[in-house]
């Protein structure tokens, strides 16, 4: 099943995706994840969790669906995120936009981006989700290709040690 986290991974590393669909989980042990959780979880940055057929929508606002981020690292990654959440709320027959919300690197101030489910995005997620399938159906993950990024990954032993 394909999930928020799917979609994002997706774009971050596709071998993470295949072994975190995987059920090949190496993050309880990452400080950016141990990080992510505690901006959800202290009262200034507070997030009520919304889940529904296996994703967890940080927020839902009258007007927004809000997806809350630690950094601007992975900022495509994030808005695909929000534009799947969007599209299976359409499927449910609520429309709304999407905001996402980047702290800073002081953590007060954010930075806010409006996200809208147009029909050309729609179009391209939906090749996305194709791609997703097909990848994650293989027998094995994809090949890892190493990035300055992959130190600080969960991951990285398990693709390149």
């Not at 009520?48 to 809350?68: A, M, Q």
Request: aromatic share 12%.
């Amino acid at each position: 099943m394909v999930t928020g986290t799917i979609i994002n991974y997706y774009f971050v590393c596709p071998t993470k995706m295949w072994l975190f669909a995987h059920k090949i989980n190496l993050e309880d042990n990452s400080e950016d994840v141990r990080i992510g959780k505690v901006l959800h979880e202290i009262s200034e940055t507070k997030v009520d969790e919304v889940s529904f057929e296996g994703i967890k929508v940080d927020k839902i606002t009258k007007d927004y669906v809000v997806e809350v981020k630690k950094s601007d690292s992975d900022i495509e990654a994030a808005k695909w995120q929000l534009l799947y959440y969007l599209y299976i709320l359409k499927q449910k027959g609520i429309e709304k936009k999407g905001r996402l919300e980047v702290f800073e690197k002081n953590r007060q101030d954010k930075k806010r981006f409006v996200i809208e489910l147009t029909a050309e995005n729609e179009k391209k997620l939906l090749e996305i989700l194709e791609d997703i399938e097909r990848i994650l159906s293989s027998e094995t993950p994809p090949k890892p290709k190493f990035e300055s990024k992959c130190r600080k990954c969960a991951y990285y032993e398990y693709c390149f040690l």
